[in-house]
């Protein structure tokens, strides 16, 4: 259609440094990763990423229309090339979009991207994620192209390798919010905010999930213990801000900040010389993410750190940081000069009445760090309308 004009992300995800075992390689495996569509459009693109590897990777991709759980329908079946070939490789530290492939798709519809990798394979730049919208498939062997995984070969993760964005040619009015942060948007509330869009009739909006469990705005682990927590803010945010459409970002993270410093005497990674202050924190929000977004001409949201009470590195000194970082959150969002947008009081949705140190009842997962999926859902139900518009 002429009115499809505009390439806009309607799926995406961080890359960053795998959780780094024994088992790093790979070899004759395939992937499939189901991917709903929430808008029209008449063309596909692809990136891929291997930012975090050391090494680079060869890959045989392919999109299709989903029928239901990993399998396809055959006949929809395409290639994704680059440069017209089939095969493509992903030099180290570095990621590729890939052509623009005719495929229609239609808003609430799912596709499956299936990728093949025979040879030995570095499995080092991926993310962990999880939600309703979240699951992808495994098998060993060559079934990229079949219309279903085999069942005795096949198994469920939520390990999300390479494939890092998926673009949609679709009309000029739809565009996209990224939602930044660490493992709690890793989490749940991202796809829950999704779904909340689409069932509310909000069809020109994607949300596109940037997030990293274990990440920290101001440091990041030299470390295979904890290299999987990912890079620091200043080095994340340029790579994950760069999306197809998008005007809006929610910016949820810090937590890490604070919850992490121990002391060379508890764990030799995690020194008292990692804990900032709050005007640290508040520096490095404005400097690294607030500042580069609102000069890519976005809206930019920021949301309050949750309660972290009964968390196993509880202190007072670590409620009264968060606290203190959470009023400035509140206060740059108000008066006669805002420096964002608006805030998300995520804080304020989740915690209880009575004791604000603490998740409300049934909100707590049970590690008192990360929320429960009903409070998941009280988070993505914060959201303003204002911003699905």
């Avoid at 890793?186 to 069809?203: I, M, N, S």
């Avoid at 900040?257 to 121990?262: G, K, L, S, Y």
């Avoid at 990360?370 to 139900?381: G, I, N, V």
Wanted: net charge negative.
């Amino acid at each position: 259609m002429s009115n499809y004009t505009k390439w806009v992300a309607c799926w995406g995800n961080a890359t960053s440094i795998t959780d780094q075992t024994a088992t790093t390689y790979t070899k004759n495996l395939t992937l499939r990763y189901p991917i709903r569509t929430c808008f029209d459009g008449s063309k596909l693109r692809f990136h891929f990423s291997n930012v975090t590897g050391t090494e680079p990777v060869t890959i045989r991709a392919f999109v299709a229309n989903l029928k239901s759980g990993n399998q396809i329908e055959e006949a929809s079946s395409k290639p994704i090339t680059f440069d017209g070939k089939p095969a493509f490789t992903i030099a180290p530290g570095a990621e590729r979009v890939s052509d623009e492939i005719s495929f229609e798709v239609t808003a609430g519809n799912f596709i499956a991207v299936s990728m093949y990798l025979e040879g030995y394979t570095q499995l080092n730049a991926g993310t962990l994620i999880t939600g309703c919208l979240s699951k992808g498939y495994y098998s060993y062997g060559n079934f990229a192209k079949d219309s279903e995984l085999p069942l005795a070969l096949t198994r469920s993760t939520n390990w999300f390798y390479f494939l890092n964005t998926v673009d949609v040619l679709t009309e000029e009015k739809n565009h996209a919010i990224i939602c930044y942060g660490d493992s709690i948007t890793a989490q749940d509330w991202p796809d829950e905010l999704a779904v909340r869009a689409f069932d509310e009739g909000y069809r020109n909006v994607s949300i596109i999930r940037r997030a990293v469990s274990g990440t920290r705005i101001l440091r990041q682990y030299d470390c295979i213990t904890y290299a999987c927590y990912g890079l620091k803010g200043e080095t994340r945010f340029p790579i994950e801000v760069n999306t197809a459409g998008a005007d809006a970002i929610i910016l949820q993270h810090g937590i890490n900040d604070i919850i992490h410093p121990v002391g060379t005497d508890v764990n030799v990674f995690r020194p008292w010389s990692d804990m900032p202050t709050a005007k640290d924190m508040e520096d490095a929000f404005t400097n690294f993410y607030i500042k580069p977004a609102k000069a890519r001409g976005m809206k930019v949201w920021v949301g309050t750190l949750l309660p972290i009470y009964g968390w196993r590195t509880y202190e007072p000194m670590r409620e009264d940081l968060k606290n203190e970082f959470n009023d400035w959150l509140r206060g740059i969002a108000t008066g006669s000069s805002p420096l964002v947008d608006g805030c998300i009081d995520f804080d304020k949705a989740v915690r209880d009445q009575d004791d604000p140190r603490r998740f409300g009842e049934g909100f707590d997962s049970g590690d008192h760090l990360h929320p429960s999926l009903s409070a998941y859902r009280a988070m993505a139900y914060a959201v303003p309308t204002d911003l699905l518009i």
